[in-house]
């Protein structure tokens, strides 16, 4: 191909296409639809980004406030002719006194204190001194009193449960306003608090119960807690770690390492992948009708939940045990058996090994989709409202429970709202769990990542 | 003694059973253990492993027993017992079989490709034990209700006195509207992000962004599901919907919609950007060497090279989306019915099979049994969206391979 001499006729190019260096028309445009793209593209990750951070947010703005509780302390002198009738001190009669009683002796414990430090507040009526403490109060005063019979007719200091609409004030969810409206609380009441705190009584501070106590009912929000959800979500944990675990690592060895091309293994691998995509709400059907319904195991029982989760979690397990293997560099192999292993001893010995860490970092990931997993066990009756810790392992697998996840959604259909709060809190829980469990496994991951 | 007892036992009289085996091939082998066929340690594990499995096998046909009603449920306490003598029948015989000409580690060998086999045979007895249970009891629910007034009844309303009214079509149309408003949201922000991440981004960029949106992937859906009903729900009902005067309910379509929306973005952006970078790089550099722009290089030769993978991703994301629960059951209400407004409460699939068997309604009533043809019909749909969207990436992929 031979150059055009410039000087030819046709060489007008100044006219058309102008210098290089300033853009025409066109390369302008095209130049800003190249900067309009990148820009939704950022916005697109940008928008990704902000959408978590609005929901931790807002999830943690919603649930800190569980964590702090306002605690009363009280003088409470133990009226024996309330709570020891016969007055004998004899804790078997003494348990036949209900916790009624006892929430008499804490209603004049209340006033007591209110005249003696001298708080006067308009339109005081009794029921706001009765509703100022938790009806949880009264069953806390007579376990202690159960336990030590030596303690009626003395006074003791009590610290007991503020009431919810209390507690609410103090964590901005009540106002003056809202309680004018509220029948469960009054203006009158707010401002007693307000005295009381003045005065040092009431202490809103670390709430160790939220972890330990069990659920409570409706009445009481004050006092739940979810000590047997994490129970019950770490005995499920457990059944699924000691059966998907074993199992899925089993299963990928054989179809990775053993299994002989045909049908049967094709038909296999079709059907792992095809299990990682069913809802999991499936599963929970197949829990109930199989498990429950035909295998007659208990209902809202842990090891129910742990085999449910189990059958979830093993195509995860699978798969990601799979590349593991796989990763492993067939030379290993070659030479394990090179030097006169059997096929059965270069994999265990050799390439089980250096796929290790692979294998935890998948098992682990699929053990935290597994904890936060909610709606097969809404299925197989883990909604049941539990206030019974289950027994030590392992007959508490068969004790009724319940699971974090789900004791969230138990608390987001009642009514009150101070329950939005506890399952906001019970939420921050589970997320702190799941990130120490995705912390480990990137731990393990750059710890033990090799390339070949 | 228990069954979950007896395991444990029978766990503990493995162990003694390596340490027995082990003992005794040593004691056969005499001053020389190169006279043994195997090392020690594989007679240890094979009378291990008989014991075992011998009292695994006699637990597995206790608990089918059972299953199938022939023994009496809490007879627990005998056959506990029964499975310790045949753990300790099994010590005894591989103990017995110790001899210097016993080919320990092939036996061992075989036993363990036989626990392998079975293990891998659990996902079809999944998936098989789904598809009986699901199909046993949608067939108890069509003796007791006609299939047409299920598959073509545009009314749900379900009585506890029964002649309740229970056509899938409403809460059809509102398990295809919450994925469609959702696949709405993630698969221009999930693909957009995908392409910025993998052609545009500086590896500083990328390494700060990427985990950020794969935490999104890992957030449980309860999670989710409260941030639509305390959140997301509220902030579109007085912003939105009330000025608008298009309704005054905190569950809506859109907020369920939306809500999915983010949880689907991770799923669909980290797929597009596996299909993204699967595309060779030549045809990249073909086109820049054109003289291209980035832009014009990902819409007219990446984006149409990548397009069936694309479409298989959306497909998943569908898949996912209609069997999505704890989102629906939080945001979107329980109101079945068609209608077209997004700020109203309208109900899926998911929400009624959750909503019909965490009732007290008798399991054996048509109230309770819809769950499984509910379940059914789901099961069928997402598999079929899976199969489909699973074929066409593997086409995809075999395209450029």
């Not at chain 2, 999930?190 to 910025?196: C, D, H, R, V």
């Not at chain 2, 019915?337 to 909503?355: D, G, L, R």
């Not at chain 2, 054996?364 to 769950?371: G, I, K, Q, R």
């Amino acid at each position: 191909m031979t150059d055009l001499p410039l000087s030819q006729p046709g060489a007008a190019r100044t006219d058309k296409a102008g210098s290089l260096l300033a853009q025409d028309a066109r390369i302008k445009s095209r130049n800003a639809a190249e900067k309009r793209f990148r820009t939704y593209g950022a916005t697109a990750i940008g928008i990704a980004v902000l959408a978590l951070v609005v929901l931790l947010v807002t999830i943690i703005g919603n649930g800190a406030g569980a964590f702090r509780q306002s605690y009363l302390t009280l003088p409470v002198t133990l009226d024996a002719e309330l709570i020891d009738p016969e007055g004998n001190r004899d804790p078997t009669e003494m348990s036949q006194i209900l916790t009624l009683s006892y929430g008499r002796v804490l209603d004049q414990a209340v006033q007591d204190a209110i005249s003696a430090q001298n708080i006067q507040i308009e339109g005081l009526v009794e029921d706001d001194i009765r509703g100022l403490i938790s009806r949880e109060a009264s069953s806390q005063v007579r376990n202690r009193v159960l336990e030590d019979p030596e303690l009626v007719g003395q006074t003791v200091e009590f610290n007991v449960l503020a009431g919810g609409r209390i507690d609410g004030y103090f964590k901005n969810r009540v106002t003056m306003e809202s309680a004018e409206r509220d029948g469960n609380t009054s203006p009158a009441q707010l401002m007693l608090a307000d005295a009381l705190k003045e005065r040092g009584m009431l202490v809103t501070r670390f709430n160790w119960n939220f972890l330990t106590n069990p659920d409570a009912s409706d009445q009481r929000p004050e006092a739940a807690g979810v000590g047997v959800a994490i129970l019950g979500s770490l005995y499920m944990m457990l059944v699924v770690l000691v059966l998907a675990v074993p199992i899925g690592v089993a299963a990928s060895i054989y179809l990775e390492e053993f299994a002989p091309k045909n049908r049967l293994t094709d038909i296999i691998e079709v059907n792992i992948s095809n299990l990682a995509a069913v809802p999991s709400i499936v599963f929970g059907i197949l829990g109930l009708a199989a498990f429950i319904n035909f295998a007659g195991l208990p209902q809202s029982a842990p090891i129910v939940g742990g085999l449910v989760l189990t059958l979830m979690t093993l195509p995860t397990i699978i798969i990601s045990t799979r590349a593991a293997l796989k990763a492993v560099p067939p030379s290993i192999r070659d030479a394990a058996l090179g030097v006169g292993a059997s096929k059965m001893q270069s994999v265990f010995h050799h390439v089980l090994p250096l796929a290790m860490p692979g294998i935890l970092t998948g098992t682990i990931i699929g053990l935290a989709q597994a904890l936060g997993e909610t709606a097969p066990l809404l299925l197989i009756g883990m909604v049941a409202f539990v206030t019974e810790y289950p027994d030590p392992l392992p007959q508490g697998l068969f004790d009724p429970a319940s699971a974090l996840p789900v004791q969230v959604y138990n608390w987001t259909q009642r009514s009150d709202p101070a329950f939005f709060e506890r399952a906001s809190g019970a939420i921050i829980i589970l997320l702190i769990f799941l990130l120490c469990m995705n912390l480990l496994a990137i731990y393990l991951r750059r710890k033990f990542e090799r390339r070949w | 003694m228990s069954l979950s007892w007896a395991l444990l036992v029978s766990l503990g009289l493995a162990c003694a059973g390596y340490l027995i085996g082990r003992r005794r091939a040593f004691a056969v082998a005499g001053p020389d253990v190169r006279r043994l066929h195997s090392r020690p340690t594989y007679h240890g594990f094979s009378v291990a492993l008989t014991s075992f499995i011998a009292g695994l096998a006699v637990m597995f046909i206790a608990t089918i027993l059972r299953m199938t009603g022939t023994l009496d449920v809490y007879a627990g306490p005998i056959w506990g017992w029964i499975v310790l003598a045949a753990a300790i029948l099994g010590l005894v015989w591989g103990a017995t079989r110790i001899d210097s000409g016993y080919k320990a580690r092939n036996a061992v060998e075989r036993m363990v490709m036989g626990v392998l086999m079975l293990c891998s045979m659990i996902a079809i007895l999944t998936t098989a034990a789904i598809v009986l249970s699901l199909i046993f009891e949608t067939g108890h629910f069509f003796q007791l209700y006609d299939w047409k007034d299920f598959f073509f009844g545009t009314e749900w309303t379900p009585r506890f006195q029964g002649e309740s009214e229970l056509g899938i079509l409403p809460l059809l149309w509102g398990t295809l509207y919450i994925s469609f408003i959702a696949l709405l949201v993630s698969v221009p922000i999930g693909l957009f992000a995908a392409i910025y991440m993998s052609e545009y981004a500086s590896p500083k960029v990328r390494s700060f962004a990427k985990p950020l949106i794969e935490l999104l992937a890992g957030i449980p859906t309860i999670v989710y599901g409260l941030f639509a009903l305390m959140t997301v729900g509220p902030l579109l009902r007085d912003y939105f919907a009330q000025p608008m005067g298009l309704g005054n309910s905190g569950s809506s379509v859109l907020t369920a919609g939306l809500v999915m929306g983010i949880m689907l973005i991770p799923f669909v952006s980290s797929l597009s950007d596996d299909i993204i970078n699967a595309v060779p790089q030549s045809l990249r550099d073909g086109a820049l060497g054109l003289g291209s722009t980035p832009s014009e290089t990902v819409r007219q030769v990446v984006l149409p090279a990548a397009l069936p993978g694309v479409v298989g991703a959306v497909l998943l994301a569908a898949s996912r989306a209609i069997g999505e629960t704890m989102i629906v059951v939080l945001g979107a209400g329980a109101a079945a019915q068609m209608s077209v407004n997004p700020f109203e409460a309208m109900t899926t699939i998911t929400v009624k099979i959750v909503s019909q068997l965490t009732g007290d309604s008798d399991f054996n009533s048509p109230e309770a049994l819809v769950a499984f043809a509910l379940g059914l019909t789901l099961f069928v749909i997402t598999l079929a969206l899976n199969i489909v969207a699973l074929y066409i990436v593997r086409k995809y992929r075999e395209q450029y391979e």
